[in-house]
């Protein structure tokens, strides 16, 4: 049963149990009233509507799940740097399961503050900002599967979303404008730096990595994520293409703006970059949504990379996609607390000339190893 299959059953279980209630009004009800809820239990009872039903329904589990896994990001990142910096980290709220509620602590205390629009800002990209940097981390998380039998599809085949991993990536490439709208609506100058500063870097690193991401789909002859992991049965492409992988990595961390490439938010120099006039939750959408982003590259590294969901077969398909997932995002974070930060020159320059032309020589590798028939 994958997850297209379960959601149908649990939706087409609700329409009989609440049509029961719509056709015993059609019966009890006179004239026209009647019919009307005879043709809405028609209408509920209809394929095409349990159909997108139960894809929401997909959606809900899968939003579900990386709430949760978010929660555990963030909880590991502030007990990864405590132990790096000889503190404890999160410990009192919670402190018989590591100190892990203290995440719902923060984020409740975001919700009840106040939220403050800057008088002179431009109203309506200071909202839609903060909602298109959410939506489109969203959508692109919505695409990625767990598991063989655990992705949202559209129908019972479970062959997943067509081109997933280039809708992935239109969606994970919309943040920069996002962050652009966000740090020039605010009309504040640190704001609009961190801003320019942030599609800037985006940019310089979108393009080597979508080289990577190229030879990975060169090697599995597919745009989609389960042929793709089918496609790493035998060989994770981490070890052919280990210069890609490696590329990834760094410009994995680029684009979701960790140290040593957080530029954007240099406390030091533009007080908190493009979010500095953002309080309240929307500011913990903002760290919300930064994490989600840590997830979601975890996620495209282990799909792209490392296999997916291939692994010891006692282990079920998804934990063994977040084991990997999480091993990504800890070996980020590890660099995230070793590296200082660098400067805007050296960053451009790494992305530009030192980035680019490996990103091109991997893609060269990729080209010749199938062009050999080694895979």
């Not at 894809?55 to 740097?81: G, P, Q, T």
């Not at 393009?207 to 190229?214: D, G, Q, S």
Request: aromatic share 16%.
């Amino acid at each position: 049963m994958n997850l297209f299959t379960f959601s149908y059953g649990i939706i087409h279980w609700l329409v009989d149990l609440i049509n029961h209630l719509w056709y015993w009004l059609g019966d009890v009800l006179p004239w026209q009233f009647g019919d009307f809820f005879d043709a809405v239990g028609e209408f509920a009872a209809s394929d095409g509507h349990i159909t997108v039903m139960a894809i929401l329904v997909e959606v809900l589990i899968i939003v579900i799940i990386a709430l949760v896994n978010v929660l555990n990001f963030i909880w590991i990142d502030r007990k990864f740097m405590g132990r790096m910096f000889d503190f404890y980290g999160p410990y009192y709220v919670g402190y018989r399961i590591g100190g892990w509620l203290q995440n719902l602590a923060d984020g409740i205390k975001l919700f009840v503050k106040e939220i403050i629009t800057p008088a002179k800002a431009d109203k309506l990209g200071f909202l839609l900002g903060p909602i298109i940097f959410v939506g489109s981390s969203f959508l692109a998380l919505s695409t990625i599967p767990l598991g063989r039998d655990f992705g949202i599809s559209t129908n019972a085949s479970g062959a997943g979303v067509p081109g997933s991993a280039l809708i992935a990536f239109a969606f994970f490439a919309i943040a920069p404008f996002s962050i652009l709208i966000c740090g020039w609506s605010s009309n504040n100058k640190y704001t609009l730096i961190g801003g320019l500063r942030s599609a800037a870097q985006m940019m310089s690193y979108e393009i080597p990595m979508l080289l990577t991401v190229a030879s990975v789909f060169l090697m599995a002859g597919s745009f989609n994520f389960m042929e793709i992991v089918d496609a790493q049965h035998d060989v994770w492409f981490a070890i052919p293409l280990f210069l890609g992988f490696v590329i990834f990595l760094i410009c994995l961390v680029a684009e979701v703006e960790i140290q040593p490439f957080d530029l954007p938010e240099a406390e030091a120099e533009l007080v908190e970059g493009w979010t500095t006039e953002y309080c309240g939750m929307r500011f913990g959408l903002f760290m919300m949504t930064s994490y989600l982003r840590g997830y979601i590259g975890g996620a495209l590294a282990t799909a792209l990379f490392l296999g997916g969901w291939h692994g010891p077969a006692l282990i079920p398909d998804p934990i063994w996609f977040l084991i990997k997932a999480y091993i990504v995002f800890v070996i980020i974070e590890w660099m995230r607390w070793s590296v200082p930060r660098v400067r805007v020159d050296q960053l451009l320059n790494i992305g530009w000339k030192r980035l680019m032309p490996l990103a091109m020589l991997n893609l060269l590798i990729a080209a010749s190893l199938k062009t050999l028939g080694w895979f």
